[in-house]
């Protein structure tokens, strides 16, 4: 178990961004984004054999020439007077059939993705995913925030377009986050090193949706260019954002023209298009289960097919 | 860390050979190429690895109405040596597929391989189904982790791989071995698809043969003879006796291809032919 660099950037106070596959792909779709518009090269990566399987080999004329696994690597670059540090990891590690990162292989991969940030004079470490809710695809996501810390809070308050699981009707305060951003926080907590999770908002029908959610992949990076004080041409997302919001609207509208789901989940889910973020939600918990099993369903059924379309 | 391994013995090795086989192989290749050099060359298990970590054992699967129980065991062979060969020169693993920790499984077997036995070379045996007929020449498909090992072992009766997909479990031992330095190769002997679910001997004997060849092994093949000239016996049977069965091995034999529901009917009605005898 080990990372392999190769080069030892010299960086101090920097910042660390942590993106990986969730929900709608909104962290790593976020993350990755930054790091592709900031240019920032790779400098190390963690061995992936202990962590994951291999997807691929490569065997050309009897000769063994590679076996792919997913990648977890890391990235640098100076943005102004920070220097930022990248963690990009194409898959969560899990054991047995859980879908999101758990059990000790996450917490080994949580310690080495940490033991960088220390090494590398990181004084906060930023991860990003989904919060799922009752918005619709057309309304602009908000970015819900969970620090670490109880001296971030100030802090995370002042972020734009943000709000904090005490601002969440209903909430009290409470949730959980799965997988690698709720664990790193954690073992973040653990070290003493700050961080902070910032989640899009994703309507709830799409939770189980192939596509990603480029909308709220750039309103996490609203918040994340004004943390760092640049500004970054967010075009591809609202390019992506546009093509994705398209392919929902043709899908929600086969849907409902086949009556592939009951009138009433549709017009559940046409409540919400008129309807400002959940403060609160204009649905009870009841409907959103029923609309949660008819869509579910369908996605697993042949949602997929949707996916070559992106 | 803990140590994977239970040794029943000791035993020392002078650079032996490394032979790998799967417990659930097409046509029982791999066991059943391993079965017989253990018989043949009188060999002994010295040493296995302990499955707690690598599989689930909540319970056991029930096969053809026998308990199974996963295993991974390391066998060695104290031959007479009238010509000289070494004491020791091949060992040979056979194993279930770990449902778990695959990379620290395989790590283990190339470990053990090139620390303790100091292995030389590595060799994986596997079915892979085509759609031949049984009365066609297989070929064996060879994957090789070095170039200088495929040039060394290069022969007529070798077709080189290629592949892009997911990897097998052989590859990925291939591939764990080329990282520590251990030349390896696998073999892949074509296996007609409906003997996939029985056992291919003439595909064994092929197998076997070229580890003879490449190991002075001097394996007796009297037994093997006798099963494949049976089993062909028995398909010729029942080719007389069912002519649509015939018609579809005779299709095979001449390159054409069978649909999905003949196959499926090859399979059966072979299946169910050599499972009575």
């Known amino acids: 178990m080990a990372i392999r660099l190769y080069q030892e950037p010299e960086l101090e106070n920097s910042i660390m961004f942590c993106g990986w596959p969730g929900i709608g792909s909104i962290g790593i779709l976020a993350i990755d984004t930054l790091r592709g518009l900031l240019r920032a090269p790779e400098f190390g990566q963690i061995e992936p054999w202990d962590f994951f399987e291999p997807q691929k080999v490569v065997i050309e004329k009897g000769l063994l020439k590679d076996l792919e696994f997913p990648s977890s690597k890391f ?3 100076r943005v102004k007077d920070k220097d930022v540090l990248f963690f990009i990891g194409q898959q969560q590690p899990t054991e047995e059939r859980t879908r999101y990162a758990q059990g000790q292989k996450a917490y080994q991969m949580a310690n080495l993705v940490l033991d960088m940030a220390e090494r590398f004079g990181c004084r906060r470490v930023y991860t990003s995913g989904a919060a799922v809710t009752q918005i619709h695809h057309t309304v602009k996501p908000r970015v819900w925030a969970v620090p670490n810390n109880q001296n971030l809070v100030e802090e995370v308050k002042r972020y734009q377009n943000t ?10 305060d409470q949730g959980v986050i799965t997988g690698l951003n709720g664990l790193l926080l954690g073992v973040a907590k653990k ?6 999770c910032l989640m899009g908002e994703i309507p709830y029908y799409l939770q189980a949706a192939p596509w990603p959610y480029p909308k709220a992949s750039k309103s996490v990076l609203e918040v994340i260019t004004k943390i760092l004080g640049v500004e ?3 075009t591809i997302l609202d390019e992506l954002g546009q093509r994705v919001e398209q392919n929902i609207e043709e899908f929600l509208e086969t849907l409902y023209s086949t009556e592939a789901i009951p009138p009433e989940v549709r017009d559940e889910i046409e409540k919400l298009r ?4 959940m403060q609160p939600g204009p649905i009870t918990e009841e409907e959103q289960k029923k609309i949660m099993e008819h869509i579910d369903e369908l996605f697993d059924q042949g949602g997929g097919t949707f996916e070559k379309h992106l | 860390m803990k140590s994977i391994f239970k040794f029943s013995h000791e035993p020392k090795f002078e650079n032996p050979s490394l032979i790998v086989g799967w417990d659930r192989d097409a046509g029982q290749l791999g066991p059943k190429v391993i079965e017989y050099l253990n018989r043949k060359i009188n060999s002994r298990i010295f040493c296995e690895i302990e499955p707690v970590d690598f599989f689930s054992l909540a319970g056991v699967t029930i096969e053809k109405n026998i308990a199974q129980f996963p295993e991974g065991k390391f066998y060695c062979c104290e031959r007479g040596f009238p010509q000289g060969r070494v004491p020791n020169d091949l060992v040979m693993f056979i194993g279930s597929e770990p449902g778990f920790e695959r990379y620290r499984f395989l790590d283990g077997i190339c470990d053990l391989a090139q620390h303790y036995c100091r292995v030389k070379e590595l060799f994986t ?3 892979t189904i085509s759609s031949i007929a049984h009365t066609n020449p297989r070929k064996i498909l060879a994957v090789y982790n070095t170039g200088e090992f495929q ?6 009766g070798l077709e080189d791989m290629n592949w892009q997909g997911p990897p097998a479990i052989s590859s990925y031992l291939l591939w764990v071995a080329k990282r520590k330095g251990i030349a390896g190769m696998s073999l892949w002997t074509q296996i007609p698809f409906y003997l996939a679910s029985s056992k291919d001997f003439q595909a064994i004997k092929l197998t076997l043969s070229f580890l003879d060849r490449r190991l002075n092994l001097e394996l007796d093949f009297k037994e093997l003879d006798e099963q494949i000239a049976e089993q062909n016996t028995k398909i010729a049977r029942l080719r007389h006796e069912d002519s649509e069965i015939n018609r579809y091995i005779g299709a ?5 291809s069978l649909s999905e529901e003949e196959q499926l009917a090859l399979i059966k009605a072979v299946s169910e032919f050599l499972e009575k005898g």
């Open chain 1, 163 to 172: 709000i904090l699981m005490s601002q969440i009707e209903g909430r009290g």
């Open chain 2, 252 to 256: 095979l034999e001449t390159g054409l």
């Open chain 1, 75 to 77: 990235y640098f670059q």
């Open chain 1, 274 to 277: 008129y309807t400002e973020s």
């Open chain 2, 151 to 156: 040039k060394e072992l290069q022969n007529p």
């Open chain 1, 232 to 234: 970054l041409d967010l």
């Open chain 2, 125 to 127: 045996v596997n079915g």
């Open chain 1, 191 to 196: 070290r003493g090193l700050e961080a902070v």
